[in-house]
């Protein structure tokens, strides 16, 4: 459904993605494996062709955000681009980072059953980028998750597509748990990052999107995180 102009969310997929209908159409995370066919039913429901999609953006390398990458970007031969630091595990060459404790754990149990299957990424991604032919969607890097998180900031819509650096839960943002994040001490840094921008709307990873007033909310926790520490 479209939640804002020019953006549609693709729920019930267990981690939130995301269509960008500007100038052209940029896919925002895939979801684990087997998700293909539904993003691509819903772009049919909306009168486009795979091949109308010019870009996929990865958030971060976890498996419930690229795991349907390498069939989507078969299906419509578009554009693979994730952070720099991700590429390495999105491309199959270093292993998937597992959560730490109890998470860790349940990770390496169903690992084997996950159908992991690596992407080449075609666009590695940088602080500030702007992603092609998006209308002026914007790269922030935001470490700490994994090592190449990013956000994706668009200032013309004022929207922040937040990947797991920030989540809602009850219209509430908060940091990710700490056991599924590489280095929280730098979630906060990013969360302080995100905070000094300017947008209405927070379309996170997970979590419904709160499309109103949304900076201030993620001010909120930048200052509660900085308090705790």
């Known amino acids: 459904m479209e939640i804002v102009r020019g953006v549609h969310l693709l729920s019930n997929f267990r981690a939130n993605l995301y269509l960008l209908l500007v100038d052209s159409i940029t896919l925002i995370d895939t979801g684990w494996p087997g998700n293909a066919n539904r993003i691509l039913s819903y772009l049919s ?11 996929i953006v990865l958030t971060h390398c976890h498996v419930d955000h690229c795991g349907s990458a390498a069939e989507v970007k078969e299906r419509t031969e578009a554009t693979v681009a994730a952070h720099e630091n991700d590429v390495g ?62 956000c994706l900031y668009h200032p ?55 499309v109103h007033d949304a900076s201030s909310k993620v001010g909120d926790l930048a200052a509660r995180l900085e308090k705790r520490a």
């Open 89 to 150: 595990c999105i491309s199959g060459v270093t292993p998937h980072p597992a959560p730490r404790g109890i998470l860790g754990v349940a990770f390496r149990i169903v690992k084997p059953f996950l159908r992991l299957h690596p992407v080449k990424v075609d666009l590695p991604l940088s602080d500030e980028m702007e992603v092609p032919d998006s209308g002026g969607l914007r790269v922030v890097f935001t470490p700490g998750h994994t090592t190449g998180s990013i």
């Open 45 to 55: 429901s909306l009168g486009y062709e795979p091949s109308d999609v010019s870009y």
């Open 156 to 210: 013309k819509l004022k929207v922040l597509f937040s990947g797991d650096t920030v989540i809602c839960e009850g219209g509430n943002v908060h940091e990710p748990a700490e056991s599924s994040s590489m280095n929280p001490s730098e979630v906060r840094h990013s969360v302080k990052k995100l905070s000094e921008l300017d947008f209405e709307s927070l379309l996170p990873g997970h979590g419904a999107p709160i």
